[in-house]
């Protein structure tokens, strides 16, 4: 799936994309990611056990791009009643005011 937005494109997460496993290594190398997301692998994997078990409700994982260039990770889940975004920004593309997708 891939959503076209005005500035960004989201991507679906896919393992089998190395562009996209690269932006998760690159985030779980990261000491600040791993200090508010923990580990994105795992992340990820939660993110994908949730859709196979709840049909009902969005559960998804992208890798937003942004003139081309994939700048994070972005997951939409669906916890205790409510979506919740989670998002991580690589640490060369932070403080441009990426995070205002």
Request: charged content about 25%; hydrophobic content about 35%.
């Amino acid at each position: 799936m891939k959503i076209n937005l005005d500035n960004f494109i989201l991507e679906e997460y896919s393992s089998y994309n190395s562009e996209h496993v690269k932006v998760v290594f690159e985030l779980n190398k990261d000491q600040d990611t791993k200090r508010f997301l923990g580990d994105v692998d795992y992340t990820i994997e939660q993110t994908m056990i949730r859709r196979t078990d709840d049909l009902n409700h969005y559960n998804i994982a992208f890798i937003p791009y942004y003139n081309d260039y994939p700048i994070g990770y972005i997951s939409l889940v669906y916890l205790q009643h409510e979506y919740q975004i989670i998002y991580g920004i690589l640490n060369r593309f932070r403080k441009q005011n990426l995070g205002a997708l």
